[in-house]
């Protein structure tokens, strides 16, 4: 299955007194990793009028390395896994000068109805745009 690669400038507010990113704003690279691979592979404008999209349930976050101001830094995203309504991403944050692995993520998304608020099966035409 294809893998986004998403560009990400660390900026000086997403660091703490000691220098590192701070471990909420490392979420917030990741989220935009599965923006960039919603929008880019299922042809899905993350805000829009769309009556069905991609609810979050869960994710896990593992933290390898620090993030500092001024790394060159990407988010790799792809899909491991499309269930009946789920589908579950794997990413993960790199230094892209070195190669060095700074943070793991798994989310699992759920295929939702939002006007009638809950879950769907994930459409099929998704599925053949990840496969």
């Known amino acids: ?6 560009p ?3 900026r000086f507010s997403d ?6 990113v701070n471990n909420i704003n490392i979420q917030s690279y990741f989220d935009m990793g599965k923006c960039d691979y919603i929008t880019e592979v299922f042809g899905i404008p993350m805000i829009s009028s769309l ?7 869960c994710n896990t976050n593992t933290f390898e390395a620090q993030i500092r101001f001024g790394e060159n830094i990407a ?4 899909v491991d896994k499309i269930g009946n309504k789920s589908i579950t991403f794997s990413q993960k944050i790199v230094n892209t000068d070195t190669g060095e692995l700074k943070s793991l ?3 699992v998304l759920i295929a939702y109805d939002f ?16 496969e």
Not at 1 to 6: D, F, Q, R, Y
Not at 15 to 20: A, L, S
């Open 51 to 57: 009556k069905t999209g991609l609810i979050q349930k």
């Open 1 to 6: 299955m294809e893998e986004i690669v998403t």
């Open 8 to 10: 990400v400038q660390v």
């Open 105 to 107: 993520s798994t989310a």
């Open 75 to 78: 988010v790799y995203t792809g």
């Open 115 to 130: 006007k009638l608020q809950q879950s769907i099966d994930v459409p099929e035409e998704w599925r053949k745009k990840m």
């Open 15 to 20: 660091t703490d007194m000691y220098g590192h």
